[in-house]
């Protein structure tokens, strides 16, 4: 008997350390290579980011010295430049640059996204390798929707066209183009 309730015991405390650490990872906080603060939090459909609110986000894990991830750069870039109403993109570096090199890598490449270090973004890595049972490949994306829930886990490179059309879907751009083709057809019609 009392070895039953040894292991009874044993197994509450291992729940209660489980549970635990589960509630941890459902806000993580990290911040940005230029200081900014970045809260993760757990859902049941994946993960939301609060500081991106409304906007699609791609969450990318990546490397300096990967290339396809060196491809992608100027693509996000211009993404980010062109939608910076209604898109965020974080980048997380998982080749653990040390911090001063992924500055200056940052600063010459121009990203104009946020960039997050090993180091500081590690908790993070952590949890989406769990939740998204990601093996560690780079580039790694994930996309959420303006409502903050993952939509899309794609490991590999994603043409920009189609980065694009994801960001106009989700945002309501194409229907609101077609729209404007409708309203064009009918009063060209009308004349």
């Not at 993580?28 to 906007?55: A, L």
């Not at 090993?118 to 994306?141: C, H, M, N």
Request: glycine share 6%; proline share 4%; net charge neutral.
């Amino acid at each position: 008997m009392k070895k039953i309730l040894t292991v009874a015991i044993s197994m509450m405390i291992a729940l209660s350390t489980l549970n635990a650490a589960q509630e941890a990872v459902d806000s993580i906080k990290f911040k940005t290579i230029t200081g900014k603060q970045i809260e993760v939090i757990g859902t049941d459909k994946g993960f939301s980011i609060p500081q991106y609110k409304g906007k699609v986000v791609f969450v990318e894990f990546w490397g300096t010295h990967c290339p396809p991830c060196l491809i992608s750069i100027p693509h996000y870039i211009e993404l980010q430049s062109k939608y910076k109403d209604k898109l965020a993109i974080l980048a997380i570096e998982v080749q653990n640059k040390p911090l001063e090199g992924l500055k200056d890598f940052v600063k010459v490449k121009g990203m104009n996204y946020d960039v997050v270090s090993y180091k500081d973004g590690l908790t993070f890595v952590e949890y989406i390798s769990q939740r998204a049972a990601w093996s560690g490949s780079i580039p790694f994306l994930v996309i959420l929707d303006t409502k903050g829930e993952v939509q899309i886990i794609q490991p590999g490179l994603i043409p920009v066209e189609q980065l694009e059309t994801v960001i106009q879907e989700m945002t309501g751009l194409v229907a609101k183009k077609v729209e404007t083709n409708s309203t064009t057809e009918q009063n060209s019609t009308t004349k």
